[in-house]
Each structure stands twice: as C-alpha cells, then as structure tokens.
C-alpha cells in the first residue's frame, strides 16, 4: 500500500551540527545529529548520534566521558552521564520518549571529554554543544494528513475511469477522428474492463 508517511517522512525530523575547538595545527571536536520520529498523540522518540571529528594534524581519538542533557522549553527532562574505558569515536543514544506538542522547543546539551593529539603531544580537552530543535506540526496537523491520505487512496482508483474517458472523447476529436459503430462497442467494453479491475483487484487483495 502507498504510504504517505514513509515516502515523505511526514512526522520524521534531522537537524545537526558540528562543535569544534581549535589548536595550533588544527581542530577537534564533535558532529552531534538528532533525529526525532513521531509515534502517537504527541509522543515522539528520539535518536541521538555523536561523532568525534578533527581537521589538519589534530588526531582525535574519540571520547573519554558524555554528559548529556535534554530540556523541553528550559525544563530538564532526560539526564545520561557516560564514561569510556577507552577512547570511544561515538556515541549512539536511541529510542528515548518525550511529549512534545507543536511549538515546543527541544535541546539537546552536554559536555563531552575528548583525547586528543596536537604538535605530538597527547592532551584531553573539553567541549560543550547545544543542539535546539523547535517542534513544526502538532496533532491538528496529523489529523489532517490522515483525512488527505483516506481521502486520497481510494480516489486513486478513479485514474482508471478518468484518463481513458479524456483520451477517448476529447484527444480523438482534437485530431479529426471519427468514431465508428465498432470502435464505440470496443471502447465500452474496454473502459467496462478498467471500471471492474480496480474492484477486482481490491477483491483479491482482500482475500
């Protein structure tokens, strides 16, 4: 089945951004990506995706320790403190709840320790991020996407009527074509066939 939500990723949002410090030969730091997917009502979940990146002679071995902070219009509503054993290059923090309504402003902030090389010498070096992001539809507007998609998969089915009625009483005449006895039969029973195969066909995808 044609699915609106899936093909145009309705209720589906990215935003990203990168946060960088800068050395002498270079710069470290981090690219942050937060996807957010709605489910129901207005609960969304949340995928977050943290990578180390560094440019020139900087060599960022990754992360050290994460903290992590998720606020809804300045209220905290989600707290993870992470430490690495060993340097770690990312970081995945998936299928975190939230209520969130239309309007509402979301943000994601932490703190992040990295272990870095800069001119040769191995340094651990702090950077802090804030990912906002501001929530564009609410539930009036999904309720209006479900009326256009019930509205429009069945209409769908029309197409079959429609468009060789328009290229039989209006093309042929355009060009000077004459209908005969035996095409009027012949086209009838053709569109008869295009009326009783969309019912057909839902018929058997029934069964």
């Given at each position: 089945m044609f699915n609106f939500r899936d093909i145009f990723r309705f209720g589906v949002f990215d935003t990203e951004?990168?946060?960088?410090?800068?050395?002498?030969?270079?710069?470290?730091?981090?690219?942050?990506?937060?996807?957010?997917?709605?489910?129901s009502d207005e609960r969304y979940v949340?995928?977050?995706?943290?990578?180390?990146?560094?440019?020139?002679?900087?060599?960022?071995?990754?992360f050290l320790s994460i903290l992590i902070?998720?606020?809804?219009?300045?209220?905290?509503?989600?707290?993870r403190s992470i430490q690495f054993g060993s340097p770690s290059s990312t970081y995945l923090l998936n299928n975190i709840p939230f209520?969130?309504?239309?309007?509402?402003?979301?943000?994601?902030?932490?703190?992040?320790?990295?272990?870095l090389e800069t001119g040769g010498v191995p340094l651990n070096d702090t950077i802090h991020f804030q990912l906002t992001f501001i929530v564009p539809v609410g539930l009036g507007?999904?309720?209006?996407l479900n009326l256009l998609v019930n509205f429009l998969l069945p209409s769908h089915f029309l197409l079959y009527i429609i468009i060789p009625v328009i290229?039989?009483?209006?093309f042929k005449p355009i060009f000077g074509l004459r209908f005969t006895e035996e095409e009027l039969k012949r086209d009838e029973k053709f569109l008869e066939y295009l009326q009783n195969s969309p019912r057909k066909r839902v018929k058997e995808s029934k069964n």
């Open positions: 951004d990168n946060y960088i410090n800068s050395y002498t030969d270079g710069t470290a730091g981090i690219s942050v990506h937060l996807n957010l997917d709605h489910g949340t995928n977050t995706f943290i990578e180390s990146i560094s440019t020139e002679n900087v060599v960022n071995y990754g902070l998720f606020f809804n219009d300045n209220d905290p509503v989600f707290a209520e969130l309504a239309k309007h509402d402003n979301l943000t994601c902030s932490g703190t992040i320790e990295m272990s507007d999904f309720s209006n290229l039989l009483w209006i």
